[in-house]
């Protein structure tokens, strides 16, 4: 099943996002030498979306690259931002480099013009608009949500005056509904389906996080004899659950009946990562992302998930419930994205 993307435009404030200022004649040749994708295709009109790796081809951080005509600038996840330094500076040996964290002296907001679907277009009026705040305005291009929106930096001091033209035409996302859209959209997100384990195959994020003729970078070896190789232990996939039981990040995949023996134990083939009510069900139902093993990634297989105690936050669990394990909510694997 298919979703619709929303008929309105929409905006998602993530000032709190990390943001980092790379100076100096070497700030490009030195970040390309740290990150998956091409740091040269960056402009003041675009941004590249890339990873951060580890000399084992593996994510330490996912990052939006910015270049202004002097400056680079990345932004991440919140809880990036110490790593993130740490992990730039501790390569930065002699370059002419500085890396400066700038999180709380820029805000940032991203939109998404969904009526331009329907032939109503919103952002070349609002870019007019904006254009009259003077240079404390900076705007780029940047696919954040599985489709290409806009990203807003400004001094902080300027979000009243940005937010009133935005009331003309955009609506802002609180945080459940972004959580909603972004599994909808099938975009993984640092800290649930991303993390220091991950290979950017395994998340489906190298099509767009990784350039393979660039040429070196820190854990570039690896990437590519992933790429070789053709496959991946595991893929994030979307699935569907086919009853209306709840979904919940943690709960562990496992082959459904039928597709093991009768007398052995089920087989536990992947996790969920993230979960949200469907809208295309009106709730009733459930989506999420999650990492199945192959084999069992194929769109249609039928699994089964469960909750079981050592997976589940301590929050949601009761003295009664410290031994419970839910029963199977049985769940489809479906392909991304969901719209």
Avoid at 8 to 26: F, I, N, P, Q
Avoid at 106 to 121: M, R, T, V, W
Avoid at 191 to 207: C, I, K, Q, Y
Avoid at 238 to 267: C, I, V
Wanted: overall charge negative.
């Amino acid at each position: 099943m298919r979703y619709p993307p929303p008929a309105e435009s929409v905006y998602v404030d993530l000032t709190d996002r990390a943001k980092l200022r790379l100076t100096g004649a070497d700030r490009v040749r030195f970040l390309n030498g740290q990150v998956s994708n091409d740091v040269r295709d960056a402009s003041p009109e675009r941004s590249v979306y890339t990873g951060v790796m580890t000399i084992k081809g593996k994510l330490c951080a996912d990052a939006f690259v910015h270049a202004g005509n002097d400056f680079l600038l990345l932004d991440a996840e919140p809880e990036l931002r110490e790593p993130l330094v740490t992990r730039l500076e501790r390569y930065v040996i002699a370059d002419d480099v500085t890396i400066e964290d700038i999180t709380d002296s820029l805000a940032l907001l991203h939109l998404i013009d969904f009526a331009a679907d329907a032939g109503s277009p919103h952002l070349p009026e609002l870019r007019t608009a904006l254009a009259t705040l003077g240079p404390g305005v900076w705007t780029v291009a940047s696919e954040r949500y599985g489709r290409e929106g806009l990203d807003i930096f400004h001094e902080p001091a300027l979000d009243g005056a940005i937010r009133q033209r935005l009331h003309a035409g955009f609506t802002e996302l609180n945080a459940d509904a972004v959580e909603a859209w972004r599994i909808v959209a099938g975009v993984p997100r640092w800290g649930a389906e991303l993390d220091e384990n991950t290979m950017p195959a395994e998340a489906g994020v190298e099509t767009r996080a990784v350039s393979f003729t660039k040429g070196c970078y820190i854990g570039q070896e690896i990437v590519s004899r992933v790429k070789s190789v053709g496959h991946v232990n595991r893929q994030l996939r979307g699935l569907r659950a086919l009853d209306s039981s709840p979904l919940y990040e943690g709960m562990a995949l496992f082959a459904a009946p039928g597709d093991n023996a009768p007398d052995s134990p089920a087989k536990e083939v992947g996790k969920i990562t993230s979960a949200a009510p469907s809208a295309g069900h009106g709730g009733a139902h459930f989506i999420a992302l999650g990492y199945v093993r192959r084999g069992w990634e194929t769109p249609g297989t039928v699994l089964d998930a469960i909750m079981r105690p050592a997976d589940a936050p301590p929050e949601t669990l009761t003295d009664d419930e410290s031994n419970v394990t839910t029963p199977p909510c049985r769940v489809e694997i479906c392909t991304l994205p969901f719209v």
